[in-house]
């Protein structure tokens, strides 16, 4: 019995994890209006009623998708992190993580990018994807407090500090910039010089 309810839990996430490539794919392909449930069923190859095993509804499906690439963003975000590491080489560490998730994961980063400015932005619970990020709020936090970085709200800290990344790493913009070590290298160490003391 366990060894079956593990079997049918293994192809239960594997039909789910086809639908979120699906949806992601098909929003890059023709946008959030034309992705319908149907469409995005065909492209996983499964039955629009299995979308709605795991899912409410459309807004449903494009919310979770967003939530669970924002998570898998944090997750990347970060990798290797160690709270005992200077605040500046966390922080480095973390924007070069930034720019390999969005090099290795640009779909993602296209979806992510669309969904930030459509209304289905408005039904995102902030809190649950603020918590993947919970050890970079406190990281910055320490720095404020240790007087290394700006006392500024964390929106302004992390605009200057990341959100250059994903201007530079989104060849859309910028398809001339080259992502080599040596130029991630300078972006962090300009971002750096935005918000120390």
């Not at 499906?61 to 924002?70: A, F, N, P, R, W």
């Not at 560490?93 to 459509?118: M, P, V």
Request: aromatic share 12%.
């Amino acid at each position: 019995m366990f060894i079956y309810f593990r079997i049918v839990r293994v192809k239960d996430e594997i039909k789910q994890d086809a639908i979120i490539e699906a949806t992601v794919a098909l929003v890059n392909e023709i946008g959030f209006a034309a992705s319908s449930v149907s469409k995005i069923a065909k492209r996983a190859g499964v039955s629009p009623a299995t979308i709605y095993i795991y899912f409410e509804n459309k807004e449903d499906l494009l919310v979770s998708t967003y939530i669970q690439i924002k998570k898998s963003l944090g997750d990347a975000l970060m990798s290797n992190f160690n709270p005992t590491h200077p605040v500046h080489d966390a922080l480095m560490n973390a924007g070069k993580n930034l720019f390999k998730y969005i090099s290795d994961h640009r779909e993602l980063f296209y979806f992510t990018e669309q969904f930030a400015n459509s209304p289905y932005c408005e039904l995102v619970n902030k809190g649950e994807i603020e918590a993947a990020f919970q050890p970079l709020f406190e990281l910055l936090q320490y720095g404020i407090d240790q007087k290394i970085i700006k006392d500024a709200p964390f929106e302004l800290l992390l605009a200057h500090l990341y959100h250059p990344i994903f201007s530079l790493a989104n060849p859309r913009i910028n398809p001339d910039f080259q992502p080599s070590p040596e130029n991630i290298d300078m972006a962090m160490s300009m971002a750096w010089d935005a918000i120390k003391l």
